[in-house]
């Protein structure tokens, strides 16, 4: 059966691959903490499951520690700027044809796995379908292309160098979440809003669990990292225990509510830091600037369809 085990055995293969190629690559200054970077990224995808928490811990310690100490460099590996500005040239706007290429199968294939539950983990069917769309607008780019062998794997690095640890902090904040939530946060904060929401006011919970999910994923973030503090806080004791509110409302549009934050704070790095770094803006918060007018009035919208559509 096709599971989660096979999409990190493709992951991590793809980072091994990033590793060795940065090792070998003479124009990055800091081409050894890349490669020992990008291997143990591969290592925790190869074996985490066999490392252990501990094992898992110092691996997660010393991914920080060469991140922090001197970060990591970018080369110039990859085909040139000239060759690549050639090619898009050439080929126009059919380019993005590879691009939907991935979301196109992880959709078709959510729908169409879960019909062969022996073939396909149905917990998992949306990450399998996910990897599967990445490998095969791969292989319809090197059929359509034709780039020599290596070409996929020097351009994947040379965007990863230029992202460089950004690239892992979903994984890290989500994770970050998951600490938040089985600490306690969400009890804590769910006893400061007691004292702020006016008692039996809906609407103020409403606002509270809308606004609370933007800012909380401000400050981590992540939407999924601040979802858990927010559930326990206000979603589940208050908006779908006290107030009878529909779960699957409260939580989708909620997310949505987050997902305002996210607009708003370069902590989503790769959100709003990895597009600046790649477009080269001297403002490394142009992004982030430019969405604040779309995201409030999101937000507002947002709070609105929870009060209107989760309460009978």
């Known amino acids: 059966m096709i599971g989660l085990a096979q999409v990190y055995v493709l992951a991590g293969l793809t980072f091994t691959a990033f590793a060795l190629l940065s090792a070998r690559d003479a124009s990055n200054p800091r081409r050894f903490a890349n490669t020992g970077f990008w291997a143990l990224l591969a290592l925790s995808m190869l074996a985490g ?3 252990g928490d501990f094992g898992n811990g110092v691996l997660v310690v010393a991914l920080v520690g060469i991140a922090g100490l ?3 460099g970018k080369g110039t590996g990859g085909s040139a700027a000239e060759e690549r500005a050639a090619n898009a040239d050439r080929h126009g706007n059919r380019l993005f044809l590879l691009a939907l290429v991935i979301p196109a199968t992880a959709l078709a294939g959510t729908f169409l796995f879960k019909q062969f539950p022996a073939l396909v983990d149905a917990r998992q069917v949306t990450l399998v379908s996910l990897a599967l769309g990445v490998v095969l607008a791969l292989g319809a780019g090197a059929a359509w292309l034709r780039p020599a062998p290596l070409v996929p794997l020097e351009e994947g690095r040379r965007l990863m160098d230029a992202v460089g640890w950004a690239g892992i902090l979903p994984q890290m904040l989500a994770s970050l979440g998951a600490v938040f939530a089985l600490a306690g946060v969400g009890d804590v904060v769910g006893g400061l809003m007691a004292d702020v929401i006016p008692d039996g006011s809906l609407l103020g919970a409403v606002i509270a669990y809308g606004l609370g999910m933007a800012l909380f994923t401000m400050v981590m973030g992540n939407a999924f990292a601040a979802f858990p503090v ?17 779960p699957a409302i409260v939580c ?6 987050g997902f305002c934050g996210t607009l708003m704070t370069p ?3 790769n959100f709003n830091i990895v597009p600046a770094a790649l477009l080269e803006l001297t403002d490394r918060n142009a992004v982030v ?3 604040i007018a779309t995201a409030l009035p999101l ?8 009060y209107w559509l989760a309460f009978p």
């Open 299 to 306: 937000l507002v919208v947002n709070i609105a369809l929870i």
């Open 70 to 72: 001197r970060g990591l």
């Open 230 to 246: 927010m559930a326990a806080a206000i979603g589940l004791p208050l908006l779908i225990g006290e107030y009878q509110g529909d």
């Open 49 to 51: 499951d066999r490392l």
């Open 267 to 269: 902590m989503a790095a």
């Open 289 to 291: 600037k430019a969405q």
């Open 252 to 257: 989708a549009i909620g997310m949505l509510a």
